[in-house]
């Protein structure tokens, strides 16, 4: 078992995020002696869901999930072309985009987006440091991220659930990857990674019939990236992270159409990814609001 603390290099989350607050062990076992063993302990009658909830820092029961009045929204990517890096002209809202035109960066198997934070479970303790809600903004400086951020949030704004990214792309490469993150962006500029996923293009259909992408073709593809639960508040605002790596949480595709391992690394070669957003070509983030 895992002993939570909520405590991490750039963020904390309170004593109420700490595991001596709600005996997680504890509750798994009360689990496992009810349904393994039969022990009659009262486990059935209890809320079948338990989340903490960021921002507001609080653990909450609930019935269900996804939560019964959850409200799935969109939040649409926009730019004017040039959506590369923090400083770009990236921008996430609820209106339908217009005419824009496609954001474009290189994606280089040599030199992939680092992996900084996120839910990475790995076995010693300097890689320990590096899992979790890990301040992207040194992420965010890469021309080879594209960043997508709201304005400033007026109220507040409870994101909780499962998360979709559906993204509009095109490749140079008959094979390629695309990201995704979700970032809560804090008044001071830190930038706390909520949650992540990653697709592979060849699998964008099956993960049993892999297909090559035709290059230069635009394809659609829906990207889990997986779940949470934080109430984005007055002031911070929600960032959208795409990109094509995620090193080494992710193993980097060579680019080639060819099989990953078998790849060397002078075989490697540059990818040019397109991401589109426009009225043939919508881009979004589906947004669990409860």
Request: proline residues 7%; aromatic residues 10%; hydrophobic residues 40%.
């Amino acid at each position: 078992m895992i002993s939570f603390t909520g405590l991490f290099p750039e963020f904390s989350y309170g004593l109420q995020a700490s595991a001596d607050v709600l005996d997680l062990t504890g509750m798994q076992i009360r689990w496992f002696d009810h349904w393994l063993k039969g022990l009659s302990n009262g486990v059935e009658q209890e809320k079948t869901v338990y989340l903490f909830v960021m921002g507001k820092n609080l653990w909450r029961e609930e019935e269900d999930w996804p939560l019964p009045d959850t409200d799935f929204r969109s939040l649409y990517l926009h730019s004017q072309g040039h959506a590369n890096c923090l400083t770009g002209d990236g921008w996430l809202s609820a209106s339908s985009p217009g005419e824009e035109p496609e954001d474009v960066y290189i994606y280089d198997p040599h030199d992939p987006v680092p992996t900084v934070g996120g839910a990475t479970l790995l076995p010693n303790s300097v890689a320990i440091a590096n899992v979790g809600p890990r301040d992207q903004s040194l992420i965010e400086a890469r021309a080879d991220v594209l960043c997508y951020t709201t304005a400033p949030l007026e109220k507040p704004m409870e994101v909780t659930g499962p998360i979709e990214l559906v993204l509009f792309v095109a490749s140079s490469a008959l094979d390629t990857d695309f990201t995704g993150k979700l970032v809560d962006v804090f008044p001071d500029g830190r930038a706390a990674l909520l949650t992540d996923g990653i697709l592979r293009a060849r699998y964008r259909e099956s993960f049993v019939l892999p297909e090559l992408l035709e290059p230069n073709r635009v394809y659609q593809l829906r990207l889990d990236l997986g779940a949470t639960a934080n109430v984005f508040l007055p002031g911070h605002r929600i960032c959208l992270e795409v990109s094509s790596s995620n090193f080494p949480c992710f193993d980097r595709n060579t680019n080639t159409g060819g099989a990953i391992a078998e790849v060397g690394e002078a075989s490697l070669i540059a990818a040019t990814n397109r991401v589109f957003h426009d009225q043939r070509y919508p881009s979004y983030r589906l947004c669990c609001k409860k």
